[in-house]
């Protein structure tokens, strides 16, 4: 049974840092793309980054690129986003996600797996 597990939310100043955290498990996921999503009050989801797990290589919405950073850790079976010169636009819950489909994508529809969601705030 597949488990995906968020950590290290919460409430920051706008400018400041979080790192998220993602751990994966029930089965191993080579070949899986691992992302994450974000739902903010009033919205509905949307993509923010992914990484393969095999390779590492990476995809990014343009609201994100050049302040979050996506990574894995293989032997801890864990995901990370590391959120810097954090806005109060990205104040919402985030979700990690893994998609069978090794592909590096935005779309939600293509992810078999979700976690439960961690929230940040950003105050201004």
């Known amino acids: 049974q597949v488990q995906l597990v968020e950590s290290g939310g919460g409430l920051v100043q706008a400018g400041g840092s979080l790192r998220l955290s993602c751990a994966a498990s029930g089965r191993t996921f080579s070949g899986y793309c691992m992302g994450w999503f974000r739902q903010a009050p009033g919205k509905e989801r949307e993509f923010v980054a992914v990484?393969?797990?095999?390779?590492?290589?990476?995809y990014y919405a343009d609201s994100v690129k050049g302040r979050f950073t996506i990574s894995r850790d293989n032997a801890k079976n864990t995901v990370y986003l590391q959120m810097n010169n954090l806005k109060p636009e990205d104040t919402a819950v985030y979700y990690c996600?893994?998609?069978?489909?090794?592909?590096?994508?935005?779309?939600?529809?293509?992810?078999?797996?979700w976690g439960q969601g961690a929230q940040v705030t950003v105050s201004s």
């Open positions: 990484v393969n797990w095999s390779i590492g290589s990476t």
């Open positions: 996600a893994a998609s069978r489909s090794g592909i590096l994508s935005g779309k939600a529809e293509l992810y078999n797996y």
